[in-house]
Each structure stands twice: as C-alpha cells, then as structure tokens.
C-alpha cells in the first residue's frame, strides 16, 4: 500500500526559510514522478516543483524559481521542498505526490498518491 507523509510546515517571517519533507512508503522513487503542489484558500492547486523519476530532471514554478529547491535522500525514501525567501504569497497548504513516470511533471491530473498536505503560513 502506498503512503506518502508530508511534515516541515509552519509560520515563519518573510524572508525566512523552511524545509518540508515527504516520507513515501510502498512505491520507488525510480519509478515514479515526485511533485510538490500547494493550495491557498479558495484557489486551486497549483504546480511548485516536481522531480522525475530517477532522480534527474526537476522543474519549478515561475513564483518559486530561485527560492525554492527540490531534493531527495534515496536511502530514507523522502523528498524535500528547501524553501528560501518566503513571502506571504507562499502561504498555502503544500502537498506532495507521486505519479507517472512518463506523464507532465506539472499537471496534478498525472499524479495517483498524495500526501495530506502541510500548512505554511509566512507573515509580513
């Protein structure tokens, strides 16, 4: 059974950094697309950063592009969103999934396991 675990949101300052992470249980991370999507209230889930299988290509958002890094630890199965230069347009709860190896690493229609999400509220 598949089970992916998202942990690391919180309240931080502007201009302050958080690392989330994203434990993944049942499934391989070569074989799958790894992405982090977020969601504010009342707008829809949009596409942050995502990373293919295998572990090679990654690609990012325009909005986080720079800021934001997407990394992985193959020995523990987790995945992980560093999040520099917050700013209060970042707040929204942040999910991670996993999906098709060969499908858009961007559109959430490609990925079949999500994690719960996570809360990130970034003051001004």
């Known amino acids: 059974q598949v089970q992916v675990v998202e942990s690391g949101g919180g309240l931080v300052q502007a201009g302050g950094s958080l690392r989330l992470s994203c434990a993944a249980e049942?499934?391989?991370?070569?074989?799958?697309?790894m992405g982090w999507f977020r969601q504010a209230p009342g707008k829809a889930r949009n596409f942050v950063a995502a990373?293919?299988?295998?572990?090679?290509?990654?690609d990012y958002a325009d909005s986080v592009k720079g800021r934001f890094t997407i990394s992985r630890d193959n020995t523990k199965n987790t995945i992980f969103l560093h999040m520099n230069s917050l700013n209060p347009e970042d707040t929204a709860v942040y999910y991670c999934?996993?999906?098709?190896?060969?499908?858009?690493?961007?559109?959430?229609?490609?990925?079949?396991?999500w994690g719960q999400g996570t809360q990130v509220t970034v003051s001004s």
């Open positions: 049942g499934l391989m991370f070569s074989d799958v697309n």
């Open positions: 999934a996993a999906g098709a190896p060969y499908a858009s690493r961007r559109s959430p229609a490609n990925y079949n396991y």
């Open positions: 990373m293919a299988w295998g572990g090679g290509a990654t």
